[in-house]
């Protein structure tokens, strides 16, 4: 087993003082993996990257129980822009762009942080364009003016503008063609394997995210309900039914029918 390079440990969070949406979250990600969060929407994906990236306190968020660990350091009480010097990014869903800004100075925004010198920046920025060429020959063009796939694409690559060990992705697919989406994840396992950086993806799309992820959990009503080797849970029948679309009839929730079938063990 590889190092551990984040830890979350049984935390609750609660927005408003009063609204309890997740409820004792316990989660690790090796260093050098691509870990899923899956499950469907309000399960309490976006709100489990967000205490890690410490993004809870501009939505009246807090982590209230439990702790979160960064290879071992606590982090709840961290700014954001201490997680991205110790190397922790977040891409938020729906493709976070500055619309006015052309797609080459959004992605040297990703790049304040770093006190390297601007050649090491450069270096980074060619290494960008080596994995979204579409990203350079869109370089001079307005963000606003690209397509949801660019902005994607502008998007991460502004995260690994600030040389990155961790990024948290945040619903990739979303809106994406079919297409895209493969190409996105490609890319997502190209810098796992060649960057070695660490991903917390949280997806819907459950299918691919087993595909390119090493690990998953799967999330309802703010628990985690299943986790295992993606392999392991792209086999499992109830993961099949649920949320890969094999199966038919009407849905009822994951954890219904587990606690339906463990009744059935017990009474028969």
């Keep these: 087993m590889s190092n551990i390079l984040l830890n979350v440990n049984g935390i609750e969070v609660i927005y ?20 899923a969060l899956l499950g469907g ?25 439990g702790s979160i660990e960064l290879r071992g350091e606590r982090i709840e009480k961290l700014s954001t822009s201490d997680m991205v010097e110790r190397g922790v990014v977040q891409v938020m869903e729906g493709r976070h762009c500055f619309a006015h800004l052309t797609i080459e100075e959004n992605l040297l925004t990703g790049a304040y942080t770093r006190k390297d010198g601007k050649a090491a920046v450069m270096r980074t920025l060619d290494k960008v364009y080596g994995y979204f060429p579409r990203l350079k020959t869109r370089r001079s063009s307005q963000a606003a003016y690209t397509s949801g796939g660019e902005q994607q694409m502008c998007a991460i690559g502004r995260a690994l503008m600030a040389n990155p060990k961790m990024v948290l992705l945040d619903e990739p697919s979303m809106g994406l063609a079919p297409q895209l989406v493969e190409e996105v994840f490609e890319i997502v396992k190209d810098l796992n394997q060649k960057e070695r950086v660490t991903f917390l993806l949280a997806e819907q799309n459950t299918n691919i995210a ?23 849970l792209r086999e499992n029948e109830d993961v099949k039914e649920f949320y890969l679309g094999v199966g038919g009839g ?13 009744r059935k063990r017990w009474l028969s």
């Design 41 to 65: 929407n309000g399960a309490g994906k976006t709100t489990t990257l967000r205490a890690v990236s410490n993004l809870l306190a501009g939505e009246r968020g807090e982590v209230t129980k």
């Design 210 to 232: 087993l595909r390119y992820a090493d690990y998953g959990y799967i999330l309802e009503n703010g628990r985690i309900v299943m986790d295992g080797e993606a392999k392991a």
């Design 16 to 35: 408003n003082h009063v609204i309890l949406v997740l409820k004792g979250v316990s989660l690790n990600v090796p260093e050098g993996t691509v870990v």
């Design 250 to 262: 009407d849905r009822k929730s994951f954890r219904d029918v587990k606690s339906y079938k463990r």
